[in-house]
């Protein structure tokens, strides 16, 4: 498998939060499909958010170099009906 270098141009240096969120190199199989699902949990939080889909109280915030991120919380208040239903 090759390895991935993922690289940012605002920042020489990253907060150890942010290497926790996106490592800079991607190196095995299971690195890959981890960066993956925090990539689609991010963009599915973010047109959810854009969309008002769920209340405020469902996301928490996140912070990416200058980037507010809004992502959403497990919410087991909500059954999987309510759920299916407020995401179509």
Known sequence: MATLQLSHTSQKHKTSKEAVLFPHTVTTEQQSMVLVKRLLAISVSCITYLRGLFP????????????CLKILREDKSLSNNETKTRLC
């Open 56 to 67: 405020e109280s469902a996301y928490g915030t996140r912070y990416l170099d200058d980037l």
